[in-house]
């Protein structure tokens, strides 16, 4: 049953095409009050065209949008936004130079009753009351930029929300965030539910999903594959709607770790505050690193990226010390970096596919002091077999290939440049689930050839399912590295978290 | 194969078809302006613009701006006619000094620009009034004129017919198409104006590369010093005012994108033949100097607003304005839907 007479808000049969897609056909959903209704989907099943006509971003073809029963026209984001929906993109739309308060009242500043002067106090005061109401204790003055990633988000929950909204859209609003920063995120969701409020939870973690949500809607290809109360439905079966398609495992892990060490670290410490790390990772296998964010995690690999020069202890890989003084020399020296932010730190949008592989290994490309462009086609091609990457990457820029795609590319990207040791930084955030376990599998391959690979990762059942072995870090230090099959999830957040003093559902700003 | 023809038919075509546009309106309103002689000179005076405007296209691929070699245009004109007439160094020689010199100005720039960090823009504002106030300092700040009979020779001269400054031109669109496309220079070029950040962390050295396109855009400005020089027979301090801004207009209408990392070399070629075909049809109208800076200013707003309004600058912009307009983002861009990238 998809619509109810006591639906605070209702989508009912919203159609909307883009020239060759059908990117949603005939959908509803019920939104009902104090409820949290997750939409979850993989890549391109119409999910954020959907966000986007509740936004008033794009116009439905057909069907309309009802609150109350009453169909309301969301002709412009202002107009739905003013009819009570509040949407929170993934990306983040924060103005990192100015304060709180002015971000909360970006766009609708309180003026001084006659004129266009800010009436500062009464921005203060309301920033106050409204961080208040959501339980979120940052200084209103505050510059954004300083604050974490996990406080931007909530900053970001408090902009979009006013008094008069009566849905909240969050389009993976935990994407960015570590474990115990998602776990409080979603308190005040539940929160925001509590006081009313109809919720639509984006989510292409089905786990979290599962931990978090009442009611799920799936969508696939445009259309909704299904759906139910969250404890009338399990995990397999929401997969089985997204894919269509039974999924034999999660997680294809391959244990390709030899007795011969790769990259050996030794009493490492540097500047940015990651004091005597040592390590080895073995050609073949994968070294999760698990720990919050901002725990060292980031900052380890850094130096082994060459970007925080070491004060003390020594990098060798293969037997050769490294002295890396920038990410140049790092690469040069085999070690690769696949970024967290693959769009801002890793895909050249100007370029197709073949031009972004082969970036970061021109030198192989030349035929005297000329690039070989017949090889760079051919290696390309290849490439884009060999990691079952979509051709539509062979010649269009990498702009209109999907998140996962646009992966597998960068991953190529080091495979032609022959790395030998490969840092992946989050390398499945924003991945739906069909890529994930592609990436995996290249995670398997790149193994087999022996390439050793540090992986970060905030998904812990990801973490313990491709890692051999890992290393728990906190507080700028590695705990303990232990093979991964001794570790549980519960085990893993346990000791990442022991001795974190913060109390539950509070912030404080740094 | 078929990639890389469409890749090179698009972004020319559509400037050729503006070419040919802006020619058959000029030529409706003059008609004079068809004439051999006419169309001679238009073809001599984009020769200037369009070498100078490889440089520039260089620069504005790494997603930087050059606002001096007009400037560098008039400091090289003023040592080159000073070596030649007032020091008798031969004109071969002369020619080779300028050269050096031409590419020490772009590593002025490119210094600064790179391991300086400090934004293109103010660096070659600097030197646009560095260099011309250097011009100044020869000579008093009066033109040297009748400088060396071997001189026009060079620029009016004819090879079977036709005008040596073709041959020019052509040579140096080879060596410009070919570096871009063939070399890891020029593929790098590309790469930092499209992800800089993303450059870095492919080990590109970011800062080597833009240095490289300053030197190259400071040789091509000493090129187009030496074909000034040949053609008018002298050197002035008040040479090149402008030609910063018809060379970048040449880039942009030939469809470069100011944020870096998009155009075709080839392309710029044509925008430079666009900008002095507009530029011709005012002085054939006998319209004033006033009215075609005004001219030259609006054509390349117009091409920027149109390549914005086309391209990924455009969703860029179009989400910074609507950050700041508080509604979120929209990556559907200007009003346009866009079907999902998944």
């Known amino acids: ?510 | 194969m078929r990639a890389s023809l469409s890749r090179l038919r698009v972004p020319i075509l559509g400037p050729i078809l503006s070419l040919i546009a802006v020619g058959v309106a000029v030529g409706l309103t003059t008609d004079r302006f068809w004439l051999l002689d006419n169309l001679n000179n238009v073809a001599l005076q984009a020769s200037i613009v369009a070498i100078v405007g490889i440089g520039s296209t260089l620069v504005i691929l790494t997603g930087g701006i050059d606002l001096s070699p007009g400037s560098a245009i008039a400091l090289l004109t003023m040592i080159m006619a000073q070596l030649i007439k007032i020091n008798g160094v031969p004109v071969p020689v002369a020619i080779l000094i300028v050269l050096v010199l031409s590419a020490l100005l772009g590593a002025f720039n490119g210094l600064l620009a790179s391991y300086g960090r400090i934004p293109t823009f103010i660096v070659t504002l600097a030197a646009m009034s560095i260099f011309r106030g250097i011009a100044f300092l020869f000579n008093n700040g009066s033109p040297i004129f009748s400088v060396s009979p071997f001189l026009e020779p060079l620029f009016y001269g004819k090879m079977l017919g036709i005008a040596l400054p073709f041959f020019y031109v052509l040579i140096f669109y080879a060596l410009a198409w070919g570096f871009l496309k063939y070399t890891p220079a020029g593929r790098r070029i590309y790469a930092i104006g499209g992800n800089e950040a993303a450059a870095r962390l492919s080990g590109i050295n970011v800062h080597q590369t833009r240095f490289m396109a300053f030197v190259i855009a400071g040789v091509t400005a000493g090129i187009g010093s030496i074909l000034m020089t040949a053609r008018l027979n002298s050197g002035s301090p008040n040479y090149g005012v402008g030609t910063e801004l018809q060379a970048i207009g040449a880039a942009v209408v030939g469809g470069a994108s100011l944020a870096g990392g998009y155009g075709h070399i080839l392309a710029t070629m044509v925008g430079a033949a666009i900008i002095v075909v507009v530029q011709n049809g005012l002085n054939l109208n006998a319209v004033p100097a006033s009215w075609q800076n005004i001219t030259l200013g609006g054509i390349i707003a117009l091409a920027v607003f149109l390549d914005m309004w086309r391209s990924d600058f455009g969703r860029l912009a179009a989400r910074w304005f609507g950050r700041l307009a508080g509604r979120g983002h929209s990556p559907g861009g200007a009003g346009r839907d866009l079907p999902p990238s998944g």
């Open chain 1, 1 to 510: 049953m998809t619509s109810t007479a006591s639906a605070l808000w209702e989508v009912r049969e919203i159609s909307k095409a883009f020239p060759g897609v059908q990117a949603l056909d005939r959908v509803s959903l019920a939104l009902n009050a104090g409820e949290i209704h997750a939409l979850v989907g993989q890549n391109g099943s119409g999910k954020s065209t959907l966000v986007k006509c509740l936004a008033g971003v794009h116009q439905p073809d057909g069907g309309d949008i009802r609150r109350l029963g009453v169909v309301v026209a969301m002709t412009t984001p202002t107009v739905a936004r003013t009819q009570g929906v509040a949407t929170i993109y993934q990306e983040f739309s924060l103005v990192p130079t100015l304060s709180v308060a002015e971000n909360i009242f970006l766009g609708r500043l309180p003026t001084r009753a006659r004129g266009s002067v800010v009436n500062w106090q009464r921005m203060r005061r309301e920033s106050v009351r409204t961080l208040r109401e959501l339980g979120i204790e940052i200084d209103p003055d505050v510059i954004v930029r300083r604050l974490s990633v996990a406080e931007q988000q909530l900053i970001e929950i408090a902009k979009a929300i006013s008094e008069e909204s009566t849905l909240l859209v969050m389009d993976e609003p935990t994407a960015a965030l570590g474990l115990s920063e998602a776990r409080r995120l979603q308190g005040l969701i539940r929160r925001l539910a509590e006081q009313g409020k109809a919720i639509l939870y984006i989510s292409h973690r089905i786990d979290e999903v599962f931990q978090v949500v009442d009611r799920i809607s799936v969508l696939k290809d445009g259309r909704l594959a299904g759906g139910g109360l969250t404890p009338e439905l399990n995990e397999d079966s929401v997969v089985r709607m997204m894919l269509g398609a039974e999924l034999k495992e999660h997680y294809p892990k391959q244990h390709n770790a030899t007795a011969q060490p790769a990259l050996e670290v030794e009493g490492l410490s540097t500047d940015s505050g990651i004091e005597n790390i040592s390590f080895s990772i073995h050609a073949g296998e994968v070294l999760g690193l698990g720990g919050m964010v901002g725990s060292g995690r980031t900052e380890i690999a850094r130096a082994l990226f060459g970007v925080d020069a070491p004060t003390a202890g020594t990098i060798r890989l293969n037997g050769t010390s490294l002295h890396l003084a920038s990410p140049r020399h790092a690469i040069k020296a085999g070690v690769a970096l696949v970024p967290e932010n693959r769009k801002a730190d890793g895909l050249f949008f100007n370029f197709q596919g073949p031009q972004n592989i082969t970036i970061a290994g021109l030198a192989a490309l030349l035929s005297g002091p000329f690039l070989n462009l017949g090889r760079e086609a051919k290696v390309s091609q290849d490439y884009f077999i060999k990691l079952d990457i979509s051709r539509a990457g062979l010649d269009r820029t990498v702009q209109f290939v999907s998140g996962g795609n646009q992966q597998k590319i960068i991953l190529a990207r080091w495979l032609f440049a022959k790395a030998r040791l490969l840092i992946l930084d989050e390398p499945t955030q924003g991945v739906d689930i069909g890529a994930r376990i592609e990436v995996y599998r290249i995670i398997n391959e790149l193994t087999a050839m022996g390439i050793a690979i540090l992986l970060i990762s905030s998904d812990y059942p990801e973490l313990l399912a491709m890692s051999d072995r890992i290393a728990i870090v906190r507080d700028k230090r590695i705990l303990q590295i232990s093979p991964s099959r001794e570790l549980s999830e519960f085990r893993l957040l346990e000791i990442a978290s022991r001795g974190n003093q913060q109390p539950q559902g509070a912030f404080h700003a740094s």
